[in-house]
């Protein structure tokens, strides 16, 4: 509109002297002085007090005042800036979660134009000159790049200690008046300025880094802050954002979902968690977490998250203690070679591995961590490994079935310790040196560790330093699946008939009953008959009878086992007994010692030779 910027308070908050009674009182003072003159002269309608939010310094906790003054300002709308902005943050950047785009988006259509400078006592300085003549600031690019060397010699302070002339080119007249006698201005630039700048200092200096950065990441506040800072200074400079991608995460907040304060006594620091459970477990917190909403923590919390890391650990330790005589490079069966059952969890495993990745590449941590908790616990823990525990303690030690299994974990926990690496680096990294060592094929460890390990090898290399897993065709077979699909279907029945049994007292564990399936579907029955082998392991059981039945489509009857219960696989077997020299094994086992025996001497026969 046009009308004259009347500004007649002083930097010091003070009436100046075009302010007829008030020169040199503050404005808070000058509130009963200016009440007293309305009121004698009779212009005072109605005075009272009211209480309302009030702006104060955050830090000494004050009530400020607002002054209109001249400041530097960054000119929004120049050369369509306003508009290259949204073309970018359209079209150029990904954002996570996604509406971290509208948000931004909003936020520069209404910005108005960016003022710069600040009035504080300390900062980077603006270096801009001010006439004592006529009033007039100017940046000029001569005092800039004089600035620019001084700076990179002696720091920014020196515009603050130097004289005027170090900076001014020889015989420098005011650009607007003429005028010789001139000054250096105190401002400073805002820190968002400084912050938002940081990509010139960091990524521009760095050709290794890569320009522009692939990812920001900070709280959700920043889209007003730090993003957009650096938005607009690498448009306005580079006409490109600085960053591929932004993500944006909560903020810590207690059990409770109170923002965590020293006053409230509420904080909890991350070096007290890490003390107390270790770095993992406060790397796993953070990882399990969905970061688009604040993140709580408390005692209970990081309880239950130590639990889910037992979980994983002890899953990976498990594999790791049947591991210990598996020498991979010559004791490692082809695919072709391995049961049904091992062939299954390796298609489970490439699931699970396409899964993590994807989460990973989208920043999406807590499914990441999900999907690899829910695969130890309920595919390793629940089923496989503890299907898989008769062949690894009660088979010869180099059997076919032992190898095929102890083939299968190494390479689950091949994949499992690179995909559990980045959430808990110290476990990863404690998993894999205690792997045995493979020095071939096209992903060798390169490694010797532990006792009994060959000599020959190279040094220990980091799990951190190891390339992504990649997708095996091979075991990603979906026919496996569809094969064990049926038989996998009857798990949750037999479970539940056994819990029966075991409640009435019939049997203790699993391994004291037998289960019967009956049917009278033809197709089904050679089905059953062609699984038979596996059925048993799969079911946990002693043994699995497969009868014709024409009464019915399909049974299942569970009851307690026949024989007697042999004292080294603890399945029961008509077959104890049998052997006088073993009599309370089985003719399984028994077969397997007298194996184990001839192999044990021939090695003797070895040595002595």
Known sequence: YKLDTIMPVDEKGNFDST????????????????????????????????????????????????????????KIDHLDLRKRLLEIVNNNIQWFPPQGRERIQAMIEMRPDWCL?????????????????????????EVMEEFIKIVAKEGSDAWFIKEIGEFLPKDFLCPYCGEKKLQKTDEILDVWFESGASFQGVLKKKEDLGFPCQLYLEGSDQHRGWFQASLIISVATQDKSPFKSVLTHGFVVDAEGRK????????????????????????????????????????????????????????????????????????RL??????????????????????????YEGFEFYRAFQEIYNFCNNDLSMSYLDMIKGRLYTYSSSSKERRGAQTTIYEILSVLVRIIAPITVFTAEDIWRHMPACRTGPDPSRRIVGAGRPKEGTLPLSVHLLDWPRYNPLYG??????????????????????????????????????????????LYLKYLEGHKDELVEIFKVSSVEINEDKTSSFRLNVMKADGLRCARCWNYNSSVGRDRQHSQLCSRCVGILKEESSYEEKDSNKEKN
């Open 260 to 331: 965590m304060s020293k006053s409230t006594g509420n904080v909890i620091s991350p070096q007290d968690i890490i003390k107390k459970y270790g770095a993992d477990i406060l790397r796993l917190w953070v990882a399990a977490s969905n970061y688009n909403e604040d993140i709580r923590v408390s005692d209970e919390i990081l309880t239950g998250v130590c639990e889910v890391y037992r979980k994983i650990r002890n899953t990976a330790r498990f594999m790791l203690s049947n591991l210990y005589d598996f020498y991979p490079d010559q004791d």
């Open 477 to 522: 077979r979906d026919d496996i699946d569809q094969e064990l699909k049926k038989i996998l279907s009857l798990l949750p029945s037999v479970t539940e008939e056994l819990e029966g049994l075991r409640q009435q007292g019939t049997i203790g564990s699993s391994f004291d009953a037998k289960i019967i399936l009956l049917t009278n579907d033809k």
């Open 117 to 141: 400078s600040r009035q504080r006592y300390w900062g980077i300085p603006i270096p801009a000159i001010a006439c004592l003549n006529c009033k007039n600031e100017f940046l000029i690019p």
């Open 334 to 359: 082809n695919y072709e070679d391995l049961k049904n059952i091992d062939k299954w969890i390796l298609f489970k495993l490439q699931l699970v591995l396409n899964s993590v990745t994807g989460f």
């Open 19 to 74: 302010v007829d009674d008030l020169a040199g009182i503050d404005v808070f003072s000058a509130n009963k002085i200016i009440l007293e003159k309305l009121r004698s002269l009779g212009l005072l309608l109605f005075e009272d007090e009211v209480r309302h939010s009030y702006p104060h310094c955050w830090r000494c906790k004050n009530p400020i005042i607002f002054r209109a003054t001249k400041q530097w300002f960054l």
